[in-house]
């Protein structure tokens, strides 16, 4: 059906989001797959750096993703916002210029996040939307995932014990993988 490429934009060990990203790959419907990557060892963007050379890390998941059909993006959220360290990972994937279309040109793409505040990461992925249409994305608005509560939706090791959040997610990622093959 789809290949996915799933990014956290966490780096921390316990990450909830990391967590939801597995349970993604976990939930995927038959026939379609979820490859998690991540935005690990991606430096802070530095022009200077950039003339340089693109860091391998960046080439390495830049490539990962233009070989996918969609992106899935789990997004944190902090301060109301997005994480800076995966805008920074963005802002990589995104230079030079010229691999925009390669990397993000009416790519599919959807947001799930977890977060500890009722809220869930609702903020967060309405903040990617002028992003993700930058960069010529295709958003996939059919079902939403922004758990809340996080905390007690995960177990200690990372397992998904929320039975509606795992409905929830898996509702998600079954839509965003018929978007990917139909276009609806």
Known sequence: MAHLVGISGSLRKGSFNTSLLKAAQELMPSGSTLEIASIEGIPLYNFDVETEGIPKAVDLLKDRIAAAEGLLLVTPEYNNSIPGVFKNAIDWLSRPPKDIPRVFNGRPVALIGASTSLGGTRFSQVAWLPVLRTLGTQPYFGKLLYSA???????????????????????????????ITTGR
């Open 149 to 179: 509560s996080a905390a007690q939706a995960f177990d200690p090791e990372g397992r998904l014990i929320d039975e509606k959040v795992r409905s929830q997610l898996t509702l998600v990622m079954a839509g965003f993988a018929k978007f």
